[in-house]
């Protein structure tokens, strides 16, 4: 049997608006979580919620309501959420974002590209909603918001699992942060890694442009051009 070959490409995927859509089952699963722990039916209003990792969330809520962050209460809060989530997702219409399938497909028969995960989700909500849309099975690893509240900080989380799985460091311009906020190529940018963006979240092709990604997408659709552009065609 001939070795695997070594490993040069680390691809790093965020979630949602970039993977999937999840029909609001997201959101609103955090807003059912604020309603069984505060009471309130509208509770996310001015909390930010894109781009952000679901411990920064949890910290906002419970800002605005005025108690104290304690590990227990966000782990009960969080914990509130993952229940509706499981139940949210498939009553909400949410679906796969344009040639995703196919372009993990294309990855993944590419032996020196490692595919993983950097998202504002824990990882049991990227497990479940991945699993929901058969997705979960490509990715390696990942960094998630359970390693920070800080998306800032997931990038280097990615980069040591990385490392450890394959035992080479990945240079950064063969690692692809792929994401639907500026906040995707901001934390990207801070690994100096290649910063894709991708329009298919909640940001315009001219507002994510305006943040200076490196590549920029309306949309993954077209897999071939995707990876010739990128350079891995
Ligand atoms: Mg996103």
Redesign the pocket.
């Known amino acids: 049997m001939s070795a695997q070959p070594a490993k040069t490409h680390l691809f790093l995927f ?5 993977l999937i859509a999840s029909g609001g089952a997201g959101e609103y699963s955090m807003r059912l979580a604020v309603h069984d722990m505060f009471g309130v039916e509208n509770g996310l209003q001015g909390v930010e919620i ?2 952000r990792t679901d411990h920064l969330i949890t910290r906002n809520v419970f800002k605005k309501f005025g108690v104290e962050w304690t590990a227990e209460r966000a782990a009960a809060f969080l914990d509130l959420y993952l229940a509706h989530l499981t139940v949210e997702l498939p009553r909400k219409n949410g679906r796969l974002l344009p040639g995703i399938v196919e372009f993990l497909d294309a990855l993944k028969e590419r032996p020196q590209i490692a595919v993983a995960l950097l ?2 989700n824990l990882e049991r909500g990227a497990k479940i909603k991945l699993t929901h849309y058969g997705l979960w099975n490509y990715f390696e690893f990942g960094a998630y918001a359970d390693d920070s509240f800080d998306r800032n900080r997931l990038g280097p989380f990615a980069q040591a699992r990385a490392h450890k799985r394959h035992g080479v460091d990945f240079r950064p311009e063969r690692t692809f942060v792929l ?3 500026p906040h ?1 190529i901001e934390c990207g940018r801070v690994i100096g890694a290649r910063t894709v963006a991708i329009a298919t ?1 909640g940001h315009t092709r001219e507002q994510l442009g305006a943040h200076q990604p490196d590549f920029l997408f309306e949309s993954l659709a077209d897999v071939p051009a995707v990876l010739s552009t990128l350079g891995v065609a």
């Open positions: 965020d979630i949602d608006g970039t894109a781009g998202t504002g994401g639907d906020t995707d979240g």
